[in-house]
């Protein structure tokens, strides 16, 4: 694991305590950071989370994390003992809400091919037909 990835990784954990237990924005949604992805000079830390709820959750969460970001990025810093505080920014991740998409489109296909008859039953047989035989 490189410098960069435990870093972030040390980021992702403290920033999760301080906004969970640290923050009291009546805004901020059921959040969780997701992943962070540090510059090579470790001078910037692109913190992602993602939001249970709907659109609005998510902008209303986006808002309270930005007007905390200062507190967020001191707070880290201090609990890391960083030499320098990096800049902060957070960004949606919206991973999760994709995979749970995707996997509902694929729930939907199998279900339609359960009630669509096979090629061999369409086609009158009922498919203990061998090939080939005779």
């Known amino acids: ?16 305590i301080i906004i969970h237990d640290k923050l009291k924005d009546p805004r901020l949604g059921f959040i969780t950071i997701t ?9 910037f ?5 993602s939001v249970l709820g709907n659109e609005e959750a998510y902008k209303k969460t986006k808002e309270a994390l930005n007007s905390s970001m200062g507190f967020v990025r001191r707070l880290v810093a201090r609990r890391l003992n960083l030499r320098f505080a990096p800049e902060i ?32 039953e369409a086609a009158g047989g009922d498919g203990n037909e061998k090939e080939g035989a005779g």
């Open 45 to 49: 830390a692109k913190i992602f989370f």
């Open 35 to 43: 992943r962070v992805e540090m510059t090579h000079d470790l001078r």
């Open 1 to 16: 694991m490189s410098r960069q990835d435990k870093v972030g990784e040390a980021i992702r954990q403290e920033a999760s």
């Open 89 to 120: 920014a957070f960004y949606e991740d919206r991973s999760t809400e994709y995979s749970v998409h995707i996997e509902e489109i694929l729930n939907k296909i199998k279900e339609s091919d359960k009630s669509c008859p096979s090629p061999n």
